[in-house]
């Protein structure tokens, strides 16, 4: 076979692209987007293993000895939303825009990791293994994405993965903790005093989740930010409830765990609170690192991300890049521009390319 251009690989991954928005793939429903993606492999004459819904492969090349830097992006969506105008499941192209669920959110991040690894695949002398890891689940967080395909790959020592940042350097990503918070109190007739009322006891507690502030500041990140979202007391208007119930969305700055939040937080409010996972931890890569710095020769700047993505479960330096626009996921008739694919492409070759040669350089000059 002979070796594609860059512009053949575009083409090819613009079609692929076009062929999973025309392919329903809902969190734990993708097994027919994986068929799609393991033609891609087989395409290219690429090795590749499957585990349930998750297709990954390694280099040509692959040398135990050397580091590896995983490249990855999901291929699940949400569920369309009722404001859609055009056939979520229908890639439209016009105006140099290609619409349809999981076009922004994450195919074009995807197929471009995708050709951007075929590129690389058959090089003989890279200074990191690379592995490709199509991921399932990303959307809900399930426990088959991932995070499960983690045990079955070599060890991670820094990563890509492909979300949609306008190919900037998001060098820091915000952990999530969902909280369930009960405010306990004594159930009684609303016609009778009862100082133990738990939505009133509840008042200091939400007070407090909107004014703490956590000490340490990060410098990409900003602060921790804790919000109430949700509040469930009572079924009578004559009967004062015997609890009251919060829910709390905490986004965890780069300074801390997520173990370490939680156990602050329950150390000072008066309420029982209880963690839906722990997981989905804070995540960053030094601005030092060459990956970022590869970048940032190219003119990309660095950020960081209020949102999350898989880079949570991973515990390696990870960087997110990729094409497309955050605010543009999950929302109505969702688009990709076909030039952001393009570039995106372009970019994530000349990113490694330039990592690959600074990493050789070094290691020649040591």
């Not at 083409?11 to 097994?31: G, H, V, W, Y």
């Not at 500041?217 to 919000?227: A, D, H, I, R, Y």
Request: glycine share 6%; with cysteine; hydrophobic share 40%.
């Amino acid at each position: 076979m002979t070796t594609k251009t860059i512009t053949q690989l575009t083409q090819e991954a613009i079609a692929l692209l076009k062929q999973l928005i025309a392919t329903p793939s809902f969190s734990s429903e993708e097994d027919q987007t994986a068929l799609h993606i393991e033609n891609w492999m087989t395409t290219n004459a690429i090795i590749f293993q499957r585990d349930q819904n998750n297709i990954w492969a390694t280099n040509l090349h692959y040398d135990p000895k050397k580091p590896n830097l995983l490249l990855n992006s999901h291929h699940d969506t949400v569920k369309p939303n009722q404001g859609y105008t055009l056939n979520p499941f229908e890639a439209i192209e016009k105006d140099g825009k290609i619409f349809g669920l999981g076009s922004n959110d994450a195919g074009g991040c995807l197929v471009s990791l995708l050709a951007t690894f075929t590129h690389f695949y058959k090089s003989e002398d890279l200074p990191y293994n690379l592995i490709m890891a199509a991921t399932a689940e990303e959307e809900s967080s399930g426990p088959n994405g991932l995070n499960s395909l983690l045990k079955l790959l070599p060890e991670i020592d820094c990563a890509i993965v492909g979300e949609p940042t306008e190919m900037q350097l998001a060098i820091a990503e915000k952990g999530l903790l969902v909280l369930d918070v009960t405010v306990e109190g004594i159930a009684g007739h609303a016609a009778h005093p009862n100082d133990q009322n738990p939505i009133y006891k509840a008042l200091p507690v939400i007070q407090w989740f909107e004014s703490y502030p956590f000490e340490k500041v990060s410098e990409v990140l900003g602060p921790v930010k804790m919000t109430v979202t949700q509040i469930n007391a009572g079924k009578q208007h004559n009967v004062v409830p015997a609890e009251c119930q919060l829910v709390v969305d905490v986004r965890v700055n780069d300074c801390y765990s997520n173990i370490e939040i939680l156990e602050h937080i329950q150390q000072q409010v008066k309420a029982i609170v209880k963690p839906r996972s722990l997981h989905l931890n804070a995540s960053s890569i030094a601005k030092s690192h060459r990956l970022v710095q590869a970048g940032i020769a190219l003119g990309r700047s660095t950020y960081g991300s209020p949102t999350l993505s898989d880079q949570s479960v991973l515990s390696c330096q990870s960087l997110k890049l990729g094409p497309g626009q955050s605010p543009r996921s999950h929302t109505a008739d969702e688009f990709i521009y076909r030039s952001e694919i393009e570039e995106g492409i372009q970019l994530y070759t000349a990113i490694l390319s330039d990592f690959f040669n600074n990493t050789k350089a070094a290691s020649a000059s040591a």
